[in-house]
């Protein structure tokens, strides 16, 4: 055919097969493999000499882009398989003592650093928080306070997105998940309507309480009010304005019934001033307060209020802010990251608008609307714009769920971090993201003609009957498909914004020779030909979809001669079997006894069951050619006669199963179980 195909992870189960398969097509081939623990060039002896070989990692874009630079490939296939900028505010809440608070990523880094000790990771370092006191705000139930795992961060320099919706402001990196208004996973650079929470559920609070006074007074601080020190004679002056005399005296009987100092009302221009010199007040207010309008906020202690005192307190802010509309405007960043979880704590439905002049004298402001009927200005808009930024990067993992809320409006973003328990995953994680995002840079800068981008069909979730369509929401369950759908995402996005010729596809399971020993197929029939216990999960009755592996790498044939540019392919072979059946065939092949079974505990977050809708690819002509009964036994007998690299590979395994389950580190894994 005389085109050159460059092919990463070709060392790799899939990739491997497929770069056979280029070879007898006569394609050019160039392989890129970084040779991990699963990579091995021994899969390929039977084209030796008939491909260009370069180990290097994906994600290392200088070396990427050396080999495109030297090789002009026609074709990519990508078979190798981030974060929130630092002054982004999220919600905490530690529990028994500290309470509810507003920080950024960076405060919150540095919090945790004092009782946690940051360790290495390979991109950056990360903390394991080792107890459940801390806590994030997440979409489970709607908004839930779940307990923060760890916290990772690298540092990063490029291109951030900055989203300005009318529900919510964010700022992350391109490749960082988000979650739009339908619960499908997003890009920031796809610019979807931005999920949020809004409803924030408390169970078994313990409230404060505190002088109403305290909060009126506060609440005309934070909003008309100022600190100034007089040089000339030594005072400490605290200054409210406001257009309400009546307002303005009922606010100064309250700071003198709190703090035991006079005040005395100025009438100004249109408004009226109240002026109070104590040097306590004056501290007191610089500390939980701040001063100048664009350094306002208020105590994190409000958070936890009684719902009644709370909604006092927001009454009052709109009260100083002179509105009746159940409007509020602020130039402080962090007051509308504040106002964005009081109000959510109050279970308001609000939106928020950024206000950027042109007068560069005006300082920019947010204005938060909580009375919806009718519109107002600005607030229809919706923004994508992308800023340079070097920094630290941050990434949280949560318990019990993939999605934590930070930002103004309480922006839902998926978390990519990687269970501790998954013995160090961060690999395949900077794989799947970062490397598929330097590759596809790459291949725009070198104007590839088509890029072929191998998924998983982990990346729907799970499917308790029926199949999944290419139309079907992408609700991925474990950080690996999380990390797959990441990766999706980012070719969709660059498909959108760039009009770049990618095509996804996403297999089933696959099984057939050259497999790495970890995945249930081979394992098993490792164990079983030495008579040892084959573990499975739970009751082994989770339902996967078996594809031969010469039947998948048929497939992506297909879609990269006869598929269409921008589309998704599901590759599925009908073939659907229980992981237990499958066992279990296995060992009568072998000859061998039932009680070599040994049911462990059931991993978590294991889905029940996938299946796929392949009719789309079937249109282009594709057929099914292994059936699993007879080319099953066919894996097993290869197996039996190549045991000595079947050892090799399982007695490097056991280094990783030291202590926790392994994790494939080179993608797609089509082979979950």
């Known amino acids: 055919m005389g085109q050159k195909i460059l092919i990463t992870g070709g060392a790799g189960f899939i990739g491997s097969e497929f770069v056979r398969q280029c070879v007898k097509k006569g394609y050019a081939v160039v392989v890129m493999d970084k040779l991990s623990y699963a990579g091995d060039l021994i899969r390929l002896k039977e084209v030796k000499g008939k491909y260009k070989f370069y180990k290097a990692d994906i994600c290392n874009r200088k070396?990427?882009?050396?080999?495109?630079?030297?090789?002009?490939?026609?074709?990519?296939?990508?078979?190798?398989?981030?974060?929130?900028?630092?002054?982004?505010?999220?919600?905490?809440?530690?529990?028994?003592?500290?309470?509810?608070?507003?920080?950024?990523f960076m405060e919150l880094w540095q919090q945790q650093s004092k009782n946690n000790k940051p360790q290495k990771s390979e991109k950056g370092e990360i903390i394991f928080l080792r107890s459940k006191q801390t806590k994030a705000l997440s979409f489970l139930n709607g908004g839930q306070w779940m307990p923060i795992k760890a916290i990772s961060r690298h540092w990063y320099k490029g291109k951030v997105v900055k989203l300005i919706q009318k529900w919510g402001i964010i700022k992350t990196t391109p490749n960082h998940s988000i979650y739009s208004s339908n619960l499908a996973l997003a890009t920031p650079l796809e610019n979807p309507e931005l999920l949020v929470v809004r409803k924030i559920n408390e169970h078994k609070k313990k409230y404060k309480e505190v002088n109403?006074?305290?909060?009126?007074?506060?609440?005309?601080?934070?909003?008309?009010?100022?600190?100034?020190?007089?040089?000339?004679?030594?005072?400490?002056?605290?200054?409210?304005?406001?257009?309400?005399?009546?307002?303005?005296?009922?606010?100064?009987?309250?700071?003198?019934?709190?703090?035991?100092?006079?005040y005395r009302i100025i009438k100004g221009i249109g408004s009226f001033h109240i002026q109070l010199a104590n040097k306590k007040l004056f501290n007191y207010l610089r500390k939980n307060c701040g001063h100048y309008s664009d350094k306002k906020f208020f105590p994190n202690w409000i958070f936890d209020l009684n719902p009644e005192l709370r909604e006092y307190f927001w009454e009052k802010l709109l009260e100083g802010d002179g509105t009746k509309d159940g409007r509020y405007t602020t130039a402080s960043y962090k007051l509308a990251n504040q106002l964005s979880l009081l109000l959510s704590l109050l279970r308001k439905e609000y939106r928020v608008f950024e206000h950027n002049r042109k007068n560069k004298d005006y300082k920019r402001s947010w204005e938060f609307k909580t009375k919806l009927d009718g519109q107002h200005y600005g607030l229809n808009q919706k923004k994508k714009v992308e800023l340079n930024y070097e920094g630290w990067v941050y990434d949280l993992?949560?318990?019990?769920?993939?999605?934590?809320?930070?930002?103004?409006?309480?922006?839902?973003?998926?978390?990519?971090?990687?269970?501790?328990s998954i013995n160090n995953a961060l690999p395949f994680i900077k794989t799947n993201i970062e490397g598929t995002l330097s590759l596809l840079d790459v291949s725009k800068r070198y104007n590839i003609k088509r890029f072929i981008h191998i998924?998983?069909?982990?990346?729907?979730?799970?499917?308790?009957?029926?199949?999944?369509?290419?139309?079907?929401?992408?609700?991925?369950?474990?950080?690996?498909?999380?990390?797959?759908?990441?990766?999706?995402?980012?070719?969709?996005?660059?498909?959108?914004?760039?009009?770049?010729?990618?095509?996804?596809?996403?297999?089933?399971?696959?099984?057939?020779?050259?497999?790495?020993?970890?995945?249930?197929?081979?394992?098993?029939?490792?164990?079983?030909?030495?008579?040892?216990?084959?573990?499975?999960?739970g009751d082994g009755?989770?339902?996967?979809?078996?594809?031969?592996?010469?039947?998948?790498?048929?497939?992506?044939?297909?879609?990269?001669?006869?598929?269409?540019?921008?589309?998704?392919?599901n590759i599925g072979s009908g073939q659907e079997r229980k992981n237990i059946e499958v066992v279990r065939r296995i060992l009568r092949i072998l000859g061998k006894h039932r009680s070599l079974i040994e049911f462990v505990k059931d991993r978590a977050g294991h889905d029940y069951?996938?299946?796929?809708?392949?009719?789309?690819?079937?249109?282009?002509?594709?057929?099914?050619?292994?059936?699993?009964?007879?080319?099953?036994?066919?894996?097993?007998?290869?197996?039996?006669?190549?045991?000595?690299?079947?050892?090799?590979?399982?007695?490097?395994?056991?280094?990783?199963?030291?202590?926790?389950?392994?994790?494939?580190?080179?993608?797609p894994r089509f082979l979950q179980d």
């Open 63 to 104: 070396k990427t882009e050396e080999i495109f630079k030297k090789e002009k490939p026609d074709i990519a296939v990508n078979f190798a398989a981030e974060s929130i900028t630092e002054d982004t505010y999220i919600p905490i809440q530690s529990v028994p003592k500290i309470g509810t608070r507003m920080v950024t």
């Open 212 to 262: 109403k006074k305290l909060l009126k007074f506060l609440a005309a601080y934070i909003t008309e009010g100022n600190t100034t020190f007089n040089k000339a004679n030594g005072s400490y002056i605290t200054e409210i304005n406001q257009n309400d005399k009546e307002w303005i005296e009922d606010v100064g009987e309250a700071g003198k019934q709190l703090f035991g100092t006079n």
């Open 397 to 420: 993992e949560i318990e019990k769920t993939h999605n934590f809320v930070c930002g103004i409006g309480n922006v839902v973003c998926h978390n990519t971090h990687v269970d501790r």
């Open 455 to 537: 998924s998983t069909d982990e990346v729907y979730g799970e499917i308790k009957k029926g199949k999944f369509s290419e139309k079907s929401p992408l609700l991925p369950n474990s950080p690996y498909a999380a990390s797959k759908a990441s990766a999706d995402l980012i070719v969709k996005a660059y498909i959108h914004t760039y009009n770049f010729p990618a095509i996804i596809v996403r297999p089933c399971n696959n099984y057939g020779p050259w497999q790495y020993p970890e995945k249930l197929i081979p394992l098993t029939i490792f164990k079983a030909l030495r008579d040892e216990k084959i573990p499975v999960y």
């Open 541 to 569: 009755k989770n339902v996967r979809e078996w594809l031969y592996v010469h039947d998948c790498c048929r497939a992506v044939f297909l879609a990269l001669r006869e598929g269409k540019i921008g589309e998704i392919y």
């Open 609 to 667: 069951r996938y299946s796929l809708d392949s009719s789309k690819i079937k249109r282009l002509g594709w057929k099914l050619e292994a059936d699993i009964d007879k080319y099953l036994e066919n894996t097993v007998n290869w197996y039996k006669k190549h045991t000595e690299w079947l050892d090799s590979k399982f007695g490097r395994l056991k280094l990783y199963w030291k202590d926790m389950l392994i994790v494939f580190l080179i993608t």
